[in-house]
Protein backbone atom coordinates (compact mmCIF):
# COMPACT_ATOMS: atom_id res chain seq x y z
CA UNK A 1 0.00 0.00 0.00
CA UNK A 2 1.18 3.47 -1.20
CA UNK A 3 1.80 6.03 1.82
CA UNK A 4 -0.06 10.01 1.25
CA UNK A 5 2.57 12.78 1.55
CA UNK A 6 0.70 16.28 2.55
CA UNK A 7 2.54 19.48 2.49
CA UNK A 8 1.68 23.34 2.20
CA UNK A 9 3.01 25.33 -0.57
CA UNK A 10 4.01 28.95 -0.18
CA UNK A 11 4.99 31.12 -2.92
CA UNK A 12 7.38 33.76 -1.45
CA UNK A 13 7.17 35.79 -5.22
CA UNK A 14 5.14 35.08 -7.87
CA UNK A 15 5.76 31.85 -10.24
CA UNK A 16 6.45 31.31 -13.94
CA UNK A 17 6.18 27.90 -15.21
CA UNK A 18 5.79 27.50 -19.18
CA UNK A 19 5.85 24.56 -21.16
CA UNK A 20 8.34 23.00 -23.03
CA UNK A 21 9.00 23.39 -26.77
CA UNK A 22 6.73 26.26 -25.78
CA UNK A 23 7.15 30.04 -27.56
CA UNK A 24 10.39 31.13 -25.18
CA UNK A 25 8.77 35.09 -25.34
CA UNK A 26 5.24 34.20 -23.87
CA UNK A 27 3.94 32.02 -21.32
CA UNK A 28 0.25 31.08 -20.53
CA UNK A 29 -0.37 31.05 -16.55
CA UNK A 30 -2.68 28.86 -14.74
CA UNK A 31 -4.71 28.97 -11.04
CA UNK A 32 -2.46 25.64 -10.03
CA UNK A 33 0.98 24.47 -9.71
CA UNK A 34 0.73 21.15 -11.70
CA UNK A 35 1.79 18.21 -10.04
CA UNK A 36 5.07 17.58 -12.43
CA UNK A 37 6.41 20.40 -11.44
CA UNK A 38 6.35 19.85 -8.04
CA UNK A 39 7.70 16.20 -8.96
CA UNK A 40 10.16 17.84 -10.76
CA UNK A 41 11.36 20.25 -7.72
CA UNK A 42 11.15 17.42 -5.17
CA UNK A 43 13.24 15.25 -6.98
CA UNK A 44 16.11 17.91 -7.68
CA UNK A 45 16.02 19.50 -4.14
CA UNK A 46 16.45 15.01 -3.85
CA UNK A 47 19.43 14.84 -5.94
CA UNK A 48 20.58 18.21 -4.28
CA UNK A 49 20.35 16.76 -0.91
CA UNK A 50 20.69 13.28 -0.45
CA UNK A 51 21.82 11.74 -3.79
CA UNK A 52 24.72 9.15 -3.13
CA UNK A 53 25.36 7.94 -6.73
CA UNK A 54 24.32 8.09 -10.25
CA UNK A 55 20.38 8.95 -9.93
CA UNK A 56 20.05 6.28 -13.33
CA UNK A 57 21.47 3.49 -10.83
CA UNK A 58 20.03 4.67 -7.73
CA UNK A 59 17.71 2.01 -6.20
CA UNK A 60 15.74 4.62 -3.93
CA UNK A 61 15.50 7.66 -6.66
CA UNK A 62 14.27 5.14 -9.34
CA UNK A 63 11.43 4.17 -6.77
CA UNK A 64 10.77 7.36 -5.37
CA UNK A 65 10.31 9.89 -8.42
CA UNK A 66 10.33 7.34 -11.07
CA UNK A 67 8.51 3.76 -10.67
CA UNK A 68 4.42 5.39 -11.12
Do not use: C, V, W
Not at 28 to 50: Q, V
Amino acid sequence: MGKTLTYRITLTSPILLTAPGGDPNSANTHLFISGSAIRGAIASAYLRNYQKKDPAIDDEFRKFFLSG
